[in-house]
């Protein structure tokens, strides 16, 4: 073997564990000559978006190394030795971010960069939706998304009853409105928006909830809250602010105020946000409200439509109790109590429906109640309701009969069936407590929301 080969690879292994980064190793080459100077080839290399491999080679006329500070690069070997041609693997790794990225290469010797080399690396044009898809009121409309794009995009969409503001971006964030006019049918409609950008595509999902009133047979309607103006709930609720542990063991506080610039109870897009969220505090904070607890209504249709939480903890209710009562005289649970619909998110998407007496209750396991599983109740919109007559109580999800209770089977008397006085409807999300937090509570799941779109009462003609 030559002396010259059996330099280079001792030259190699004290070379080759230099690392890819930089660093502030002393084992520099020590030149041989006082002019140092390198060729490479290519001048400077570049690379698409995927992970690629890249071929350089370097001459010097001393020992070198090779080195780079970008993370995203790896150098196979680290260096060579005077008069050699050595053939340097560049390898890249795919770049998913946003614009195109480049790094440096220094040759070193003698400690001292004798040259550098340019890598770059492209991106893929893409442009990226803030969400996936949309659920709009059945009134005319509006809600917004943005698009953070590293290109030119266009948005565009068949549906003529949608309409889009703008339709085109370039490079950055972008915020389009989402215009639907009312949808005066009595199913919901769908729609697709698609996103373009370069080659990619992104399909943006758009439904919108029908806006007809479907009036009961027999009966008219005479309240309703669609929450399609303002920013908070009208004053036809009353709204609870109560500590935790007042009901049930619960953990939120319930407050109408802002918390650290957000609100628990706010309307906006035609819909109700029941917001539950940790406080800078480390408190978790939510909202109660009550519709004319003053008065309430006697007998009479109930419905509303809600799109229920994720997350372990939560307990979202729609509900009923009894107006002006004289607890000292009519306690919980005689006074009676109409759940129209709870569930719990640590048993996602059963909901039930119950009713509370003196003599049927839970806290001796005797109420009247049902449970059914209503796919999508997380995260969909879906109808729950209850028909109250002087003799029988009726709770429906998507028109469906969810419990059926009447007088004749649980007794006339007060303390089986106090159904005989007006009653108002309750909207709440809570948090842990007895049922919500029967299996724990998972504060990553916050912040969530419980968005109704509507509350309607309808009593007979």
């Not at 049918?185 to 080659?199: F, K, Q």
């Not at 506080?253 to 109870?265: H, I, S």
């Not at 719990?344 to 909901?351: I, K, L, R, S």
Request: charged fraction near 20%; aromatic fraction near 10%; glycine fraction near 8%.
């Amino acid at each position: 073997m030559n002396t010259k080969l059996i330099t280079w690879i001792i030259s190699l292994a004290v070379i080759f564990p230099l690392t890819a980064c930089g660093s502030d190793s002393k084992d520099d080459p020590t030149p041989s000559v006082t002019n140092i100077t390198a060729t490479v080839t290519p001048e400077s290399l570049s690379a698409g978006p995927e992970a690629a491999t890249l071929d350089l080679t370097v001459k010097a006329n001393a020992d070198w190394a090779i080195r780079t500070d970008a993370d995203w690069v790896t150098l196979r070997p680290s260096g060579g030795v005077k008069d050699t041609d050595i053939k340097v693997q560049v390898s890249v790794t795919s770049n998913s971010g946003m614009e195109e990225r480049s790094a440096t290469l220094n040759i070193v010797s003698g400690g001292k960069t004798v040259k550098t080399v340019a890598v770059t690396q492209g991106y893929v044009t893409k442009a990226t939706p803030s969400v996936k898809s949309i659920t709009m009121g059945g009134q005319a409309s509006s809600t917004s998304i943005t698009v953070t794009a590293n290109a030119d995009w266009t948005l565009a969409s068949a549906a003529t009853w949608l309409t889009l503001s703008p339709s085109k971006g370039a490079k950055g964030d972008t915020t389009v409105e989402v215009k639907a006019s009312a949808n005066d049918s009595d199913a919901n409609r769908e729609a697709t928006v698609t996103l373009e950008c370069g080659s990619e595509k992104t399909e943006i999902k758009v439904l919108q909830l029908s806006d007809v009133v479907n009036t009961p047979e027999g009966y008219t309607l005479v309240w309703s809250d669609e929450f399609n103006s303002g920013s908070v709930p009208g004053s036809d609720w009353t709204k609870e602010n109560w500590a935790p542990g007042h009901v049930n063991n619960e953990l939120q506080t319930y407050t109408d105020k802002e918390v650290d610039g957000k609100r628990t109870l706010e309307v906006k897009d035609g819909f109700l946000y029941i917001n539950c969220f940790k406080g800078k505090d480390g408190k978790i904070y939510s909202g109660r409200m009550n519709a004319k607890p003053g008065t309430g209504w006697l007998y009479g249709y109930f419905e509303a439509r809600i799109n229920l939480p994720k997350g372990k903890g939560t307990w979202p209710a729609f509900w009923m109790m009894p107006s002006n009562v004289d607890w000292n005289k009519n306690p919980w649970p005689y006074c009676g109590e109409i759940d129209i619909m709870e569930e719990v998110g640590a048993n996602p998407n059963y909901v039930s429906s119950s009713l509370h007496t003196g003599n049927y209750n839970h806290t001796k396991g005797t109420q009247k109640t049902h449970e059914m599983y209503c796919a999508g109740a997380e995260g969909e919109f879906h109808v729950y309701a209850c028909e109250w007559t002087e003799d029988e109580i009726v709770t429906y999800v998507d028109g469906k009969v969810q419990l059926r209770a009447t007088k004749a089977s649980m007794g006339a008397d007060h303390d089986s069936w106090p159904f005989h006085y007006a009653f108002y409807p309750i909207l709440n999300l809570a948090w842990g407590g007895d049922w919500g937090g029967y299996k724990g509570v998972d504060e990553n799941a916050l912040p969530v929301s419980m968005v109704v779109d509507y509350v309607r009462i309808f009593q007979k003609k």
